[in-house]
């Protein structure tokens, strides 16, 4: 490591404003944990030559409060959404860096920090960068910068600092002008956590996005014809089905019916994904889903197909069934896999047996000890993850993780890690809730 320090100090410049020390840069990056937070503030339609524009550093997690000095590059973007100017500039490691540019001439509409994502941090956009981006999205042409501030605006949704609302309405309008997979993959995977993690379930928005998502894919899809985009778009447009309309039309997709998709092809893996989606009808007789259900698998014989089928039917069963799969979960019969457990799992806890589940609620929470101290590491996990009831009262849960974690031994090393991830993450979908419902109550 020394020689290593050593040569990066000899190959670092200096200037007048920064010099590099290779033992005080070991200190902060690498003996140091943390992320650190940027965001820019500065007045728009300034028009001086010497423009203030502040870089505001903090701790992305306040326990692990050290700043840092960056290198970076920030970016100046016009109305038409091209960046105009550029400068490489040096964060300090304190809360506030002051600049100065000249916007005599031409003020920016948006201010990107990080622009080149050559510096490690989280940024943050301004109000001001923030609602011109939500509203020129696909203006920028350039992929790697659509890309970070794609991922900027995820990494908002996710610390309740841009409603997810915001971000997937942003999203459904924008992304039909997107030409590159790479981009258009990272924004759809966004837009569905949003919707499924970041958005409550009480209110017609949720049902809403979805259906404005799925009509978006829907549109793309139609007049798509690069195969490896019609792929991508196809597992999309499954996953953003919800409501009878939409479950109709994955039946005559299913079923060949569909002529405005007969060029895109529908493998194996996305049938058994469809009839996820198409079995939480409520107006689908059981009968004509197991029809379907029995078709795919006289098509299917692979060890993948027998998992999916184990899915499907967990999904679909009822009491007593449910009770007995409950029970095969307690006691881990040594006959499945590990890998038939996670799908029988999945299913049980599908969004669409809800309801059915609040009688195991209570026993989910009774058993975790139990299931830690008794079953090997792997099922344990499982249980923990697949069977984390779905409902969204939060403080009814983070109460009863904490009563949990505050009588767990350190030895259950993986249960406490699971405990600590499972509060983390119901945190903070209790503040994203929160700024959807500020967000809502502004329109």
């Given amino acids: 490591l020394e020689d290593f320090l050593r040569a990066l100090e000899e190959v670092t410049p200096s200037s007048k404003e920064f010099k590099f020390d290779a033992q005080s840069w070991k200190e902060s990056w690498l003996l140091t944990a943390g992320v650190n937070e940027v965001v820019p503030e500065w007045k728009k339609n300034g028009r001086s030559r010497e423009e203030e524009i502040i870089l505001r550093q903090s701790a992305a997690v306040p326990s692990l409060p050290t700043l840092r000095t960056h290198r970076l590059n920030l970016a100046f973007f016009e109305e038409t959404g091209n960046i105009y100017e550029s400068h490489?500039?040096?964060?300090?490691?304190?809360?506030?860096?002051?600049?100065?540019?000249?916007?005599?001439?031409?003020?920016?509409?948006?201010?990107?920090?990080?622009?080149?994502d050559q510096a490690y941090m989280k940024t943050l956009l301004d109000q001001t960068s923030r609602d011109f981006f939500l509203s020129n999205m696909s203006k920028v042409p350039d992929e790697l910068t659509r890309a970070i501030i794609w991922i900027t605006f995820w990494n908002m949704t996710r610390d309740a600092k841009l409603s997810g609302v915001d971000f997937v309405r942003t999203v459904a309008q924008s992304i039909g002008k997107e030409t590159d997979s790479s981009v258009l993959s990272l924004v759809l995977r966004y837009a569905e956590r949003s919707i499924a993690l970041y958005i409550p379930r009480a209110t017609e928005l949720k049902f809403g996005l979805r259906r404005q998502m799925f009509e978006a894919v829907r549109e793309m899809i139609v007049r798509e014809r690069q195969g490896h985009i019609t792929v991508l778009l196809k597992d999309f447009l499954i996953e953003f089905a919800q409501g009878e309309e939409?479950?109709?039309?994955?039946?005559?997709?299913l079923e060949g019916r569909v002529r405005e998709l007969d060029h895109v092809e529908l493998g194996v893996?996305?049938?058994?994904?469809?009839?996820?989606?198409?079995?939480?009808?409520?107006?689908?007789?059981?009968?004509?889903?197991?029809?379907?259900?029995?078709?795919?698998?006289?098509?299917?014989?692979?060890?993948?197909?027998?998992?999916?089928?184990?899915?499907?039917?967990?999904?679909?069963?009822?009491?007593?069934?449910?009770?007995?799969?409950?029970?095969?979960?307690l006691s881990r019969e040594e006959s499945r896999?590990?890998?038939?457990?996670?799908?029988?799992?999945?299913?049980?806890?599908?969004?669409?047996?809800?309801?059915r589940n609040e009688r195991y609620v209570q026993p989910y929470f009774d058993n975790l000890n139990l299931v830690y101290e008794t079953k090997n590491k792997d099922h344990a996990n499982n249980f923990a993850l697949f069977l984390a009831p779905r409902h969204?009262?939060?403080?009814?849960?983070?109460?009863?993780?904490?009563?949990?974690?505050?009588?767990?031994?350190?030895?259950?090393?993986?249960?406490?890690?699971?405990?600590?991830?499972?509060?983390?993450?119901?945190?903070?979908?209790q503040r994203a809730f929160e700024c959807c419902a500020t967000s809502t109550k502004a329109i």
């Fill in 88 to 116: 490489r500039v040096l964060l300090r490691d304190q809360e506030t860096t002051s600049l100065h540019f000249d916007f005599s001439k031409r003020s920016p509409s948006a201010v990107l920090v990080n622009y080149g």
């Fill in 246 to 253: 939409a479950f109709a039309f994955l039946v005559d997709w």
């Fill in 269 to 329: 893996d996305s049938r058994w994904a469809l009839l996820v989606r198409v079995f939480r009808s409520e107006k689908i007789p059981l009968e004509r889903k197991l029809q379907m259900l029995n078709a795919q698998v006289a098509s299917d014989s692979s060890d993948f197909g027998r998992k999916a089928k184990l899915r499907l039917e967990a999904q679909l069963a009822e009491e007593p069934q449910r009770q007995t799969l409950w029970d095969s979960f």
């Fill in 337 to 355: 896999s590990m890998k038939d457990f996670e799908r029988l799992m999945e299913g049980f806890n599908d969004e669409m047996n809800l309801e």
């Fill in 392 to 429: 969204e009262r939060f403080n009814e849960s983070l109460a009863a993780y904490r009563r949990i974690l505050e009588r767990t031994d350190e030895k259950f090393v993986w249960l406490r890690k699971n405990l600590h991830e499972a509060i983390d993450n119901l945190e903070r979908r």
